[in-house]
């Protein structure tokens, strides 16, 4: 199992993004792909998810409304779009699939919003 997020930059409050988290070695429909972040000195915490069919999602309240998280089942691909992007977003950003018992982490994208 491999997920590689994608991405990330620098951008200016205000700004939009769109994270990309390529994965393999499952069958992508069929399971539930989230977005976390990390920013430095905090805990790691929820930012969005999808459903295998795309059919429902999740958002944190701190960004709902200016994130949309989507997947093209026919890439294997997840997307997270970002905008408004505000200081407060600046965080690692890291997208994780749980499989039977497991759990599969990629290696983060790093988004950074500053002028």
């Known amino acids: 199992v491999q997920l590689v997020e994608s991405g990330g930059g620098l951008v200016q409050p205000g700004g939009s993004l769109r994270l990309s988290c390529a994965t393999s070695?499952?069958?992508?429909?069929?399971?539930?792909i989230s977005w976390y972040r990390q920013a430095p000195g905090k805990e790691r915490e929820l930012v969005a998810a999808?459903?295998?069919?795309?059919?429902?999602?999740n958002y944190a309240d701190s960004i709902k409304g200016r994130f949309t998280i989507s997947r093209d089942n026919a890439k294997n691909t997840v997307y997270l779009q970002m905008d408004n992007l505000k200081p407060e977003d600046t965080a690692r950003y890291y997208c994780?699939?749980?499989?039977?018992?497991?759990?599969?982490w990629g290696q983060g994208t790093q988004v950074t919003v500053s002028s």
């Open positions: 999808i459903t295998g069919g795309g059919g429902s999602t």
């Open positions: 070695g499952f069958i992508f429909s069929n399971y539930v």
């Open positions: 994780r699939v749980w499989i039977g018992l497991s759990e599969y």
